[in-house]
């Protein structure tokens, strides 16, 4: 990122030096769908991020430039003040949610840009939260903990851009860590650094980006969700969290098949994300690689969110010997995320691209990621 163009464009904007902080996006090793049933994410920060240039202006006014857009927006810290423009909606709903705590803030002037893949499924709205987040709880010394800066950011997009999330994006672009994946227990919110630095083992992460995106009739997110409560409340928990293969295996008879197959997709997706804890603990990525391709024909067959598109993706990963491959994301379109050997990389990168492109008539985007540190200040 071009720290050197928002320094300038915020000298010629505002005639003084802006202070500059960053917040990257995300990827998701392993943990798909799991985060609404109490499970475990995986999740780590990448090297591609969101950058700004911030200064208090001593009003009670926001300035705000959007480099990558062109445009700007202007306006006040109070509730009637939201904003037009729907980007400039997650820095006043930051804003909002940090006087919500009981904190005091003023106006401020600020630019931002970014290099986070937009409709990659890498959040570049919770890295954009997540910067001026980190960034006004640093500027006026508030002192609050990072958990609650990733929860500022989740409760921006609920009540200030319409989009009910989890909290898992917010939560990898604050606690990132070079060289480490984050396991978040989504029901206790305890979590735990593991080692992930693939280039030291000859491994490259890499997406591919199908540019698809499907739109389902009805809610198929909420369809799969049910599904998942209807066998726990069958089982007597609150959430499939905990439930043995065994456990679903003497309920079969009574759920239906679709109810059966979900389940069954995250009761094994647990015990994969666990088991990857263990292989990076031994340095085993092979292993990795392997609960990744499970995981993919986890939620191509029994959850039922990818598309051909995917599934194609990771059928030529397959073919060229690449150790880990499968859908990133909540399904129906977007990325693979692939765990790759550097001496395959190049051939996996054209032999995809080239078949891809000649089935779809469009080349996927490749998006190579490096595990990188979360929100700071530069």
């Known amino acids: 990122m071009d720290t050197q163009t928002i320094s300038e464009r915020f000298r010629a904007l505002y005639g003084q030096e802006g202070t500059l902080y960053t917040s ?3 990827i998701n090793l392993i943990g798909e769908h799991t985060d609404y049933n109490g499970g475990f994410v995986f999740p780590g920060a990448v090297d591609k991020a969101m950058l700004a240039a911030i200064r208090p202006n001593g009003t009670e006014r926001v300035r ?18 939201k904003p037009a423009e729907q980007w400039a909606c997650y820095v006043f709903g930051v804003c909002r949610e940090i006087q919500k705590r009981g904190y005091s803030i003023g106006g401020f002037d600020a630019v931002f840009s970014g290099d986070v893949p937009l409709g990659a499924g890498m959040s570049s709205s919770a890295a954009l939260e997540s910067t001026f987040a980190y960034a006004l709880n640093d500027l006026w010394g508030l002192g609050i903990e990072s958990f609650e800066l990733a929860r500022i950011g989740q409760a921006t997009e609920h009540n200030y851009c319409g989009v009910m999330c989890g909290i898992m994006d917010q939560f990898a672009s604050i ?5 480490h994946l984050v396991r978040l227990d989504c029901r206790s919110m305890e979590y735990e650094y593991f080692p992930f630095d693939a280039s030291k083992y000859g491994y490259r992460l890499v997406l591919l980006n199908s540019c698809v995106k499907h739109e389902l009739v009805g809610s198929p997110y909420n369809e ?34 679709e109810d059966y197959k979900r389940a069954r997709y995250v009761v094994g997706e647990e015990a994969r994300v666990l088991d990857v804890c263990r292989a990076l603990e031994e340095g085993d990525l092979e292993r990795v690689g392997q609960r990744m391709y499970e995981t993919h024909w986890g939620m191509s067959r029994d959850y039922e969110v990818s598309c051909q598109e995917l599934d194609f993706l990771v059928e030529i990963a397959e073919e060229c010997g690449v150790s880990g491959s499968r859908i990133m994301g909540g399904g129906f379109g977007g990325c693979t995320i692939s765990l ?3 001496e395959l990389y190049d051939r996996f990168i054209t032999t995809a691209t080239e078949r891809f492109a000649a089935r779809y008539g469009h080349a996927p985007k490749v998006i190579p990621v490096v595990i990188s540190d979360g929100a700071r200040r530069l």
Request: aromatic share 4%; glycine share 12%.
């Open 24 to 26: 990257p996006g995300r």
């Open 64 to 81: 705000v430039w959007a480099e990558d857009l062109g445009e700007g927006s202007e306006f006040g810290l109070q509730e009637e003040d």
């Open 175 to 179: 606690h990132g860590k070079a060289g």
């Open 224 to 257: 799969r969700r049910l599904s998942c409560e209807r066998v726990a409340s069958m089982l007597g928990r609150d959430f499939l969290r905990g439930t043995t293969l065994e456990e679903l295996e003497a309920i079969k008879e009574r759920l239906s098949e």
């Open 340 to 342: 790759v050997k550097e």
